[in-house]
């Protein structure tokens, strides 16, 4: 078995697909017969799609907890503190490995882990 979809849904798309942009997605912007246009970038054979809130969303699911192991950790963390991201936890020793977690703008908490 494999994830091949993962949607997140936010009131702000654009802002959204910048923020994680910065630890390396890279998003097409487009949409599908009906559809919104969204967000949407790919990992491995995992597609990762920001969409704007349904129609009977008020707010975002802040419930969602996505991890992601990225190649280039130091320069990312780096990059996000200068760019004022939240961090809930700094760097540290897990027992899952090195990791920090931060906050997308929605209120999500991210996982990044040291490859």
Known sequence: MEIRLLVIRTPDIERLSKFYSLFGLTFDYHK?????????ATVDKTVIEIYPLAKTQAEPDKSLRLGFSLDNFEQTI?????????????V??????????????DGRKIELYKS
Not at 32 to 40: A, F, G, L, R, W
Not at 78 to 90: A, D, H, R, V
Not at 92 to 105: K, L, N, Y
């Open 78 to 90: 780096g990059l996000l503190k200068q760019q004022g991201i939240t961090f809930t936890s700094e």
């Open 92 to 105: 540290t020793q897990s027992e899952f490995g090195i990791m920090a977690i931060i906050e997308d703008q």
């Open 32 to 40: 599908h017969d009906k559809s919104p246009y969204h967000y949407s």
